[in-house]
């Protein structure tokens, strides 16, 4: 299994707090990304990283913002989460972009704000 | 959408038997994936199959594409228990302005003992 360490695995929060969740990878790949799951819309892509400090937009990146200072870590932040951010989380890495190779993912963070 | 839509949403079979995917698109493609889910648990990529390529084989799965259809199927021979999870298809898609991976919404797929 590609090093893929997403923490933590659950949460549980109140609306309005700001939530951090974090992605480590250990294989060294350019690329990382952040989606999230939902019933009925399969897997959507929040934003994503190509490089240290490089990051980009996805399909839904609305009440999210993200960093990445080190090639291993990438940070998905809700300043103020709202229950329609009641989801499951996914990291994923790359070594390159635009869907020409692929992804590899971590195991999840199911985040359920109140 | 741009997203593939897998066909069937669900799919209930017996062990030992064969089970069949399909994932339509309305877009040209440069390669065609598919990933497995275990609940719970992130998604594993399976294959890879590039527009210029009809089928893949690895292991007891067979990818075919037929890209004048915008379709590709996924095959799993003799299925096994472990079998059972969510398969999804992925292509590359504009969005945004650059070109990204843009999932289906899979199909569940349980193999009963």
């Known amino acids: 299994d590609a090093g893929i360490t997403q923490s933590p695995r659950h949460k549980v929060t109140e609306t309005g707090t700001p939530v951090t969740l974090r992605c480590h990878q250990t294989?060294?790949?350019?690329?990382m990304y952040w989606y999230r799951q939902d019933p009925g819309h399969g897997l959507r892509l929040i934003h994503y990283?190509?490089?240290?400090?490089?990051?980009d937009k996805g399909e839904v990146s609305d009440g999210y913002s993200v960093s990445r200072s080190k090639t291993e870590d990438f940070l998905l932040t809700l300043e103020s989460a709202t229950s329609s951010q009641t989801s499951v989380y996914f990291c994923?890495?790359?070594?390159?972009?635009?869907?020409?190779?692929?992804?590899?993912f971590g195991d999840g963070t199911r985040l359920s704000i109140l | 959408s741009q997203q593939g839509e897998e066909d069937p949403q669900a799919l209930s079979i017996q062990e030992g038997e064969n089970a069949t995917m399909n994932c339509s698109y309305k877009?040209?493609?440069?390669?065609l994936q598919w990933y497995r889910q275990n609940s719970g648990r992130g998604l594993v990529h399976l294959i890879l199959?590039?527009?210029?390529?009809r089928e893949k084989h690895s292991g007891r799965l067979r990818v075919t594409l037929d890209t004048s259809k915008k379709s590709s199927s996924l095959l799993i021979t003799a299925s096994r228990a472990a079998d059972t999870a969510s398969y999804f298809c992925?292509?590359?898609?504009?969005?945004?302005?650059?070109?990204?991976?843009?999932f289906g919404k899979g199909t569940k797929l349980t193999v009963n003992p």
């Open positions: 994923a890495i790359s070594e390159s972009g635009g869907g020409r190779e692929p992804q590899h």
């Open positions: 294989e060294n790949h350019r690329y």
């Open positions: 990283s190509y490089g240290v400090k490089d990051t």
């Open positions: 877009t040209s493609i440069n390669n």
């Open positions: 199959i590039r527009s210029n390529e």
């Open positions: 992925a292509r590359r898609a504009t969005q945004g302005g650059s070109e990204k991976l843009v």
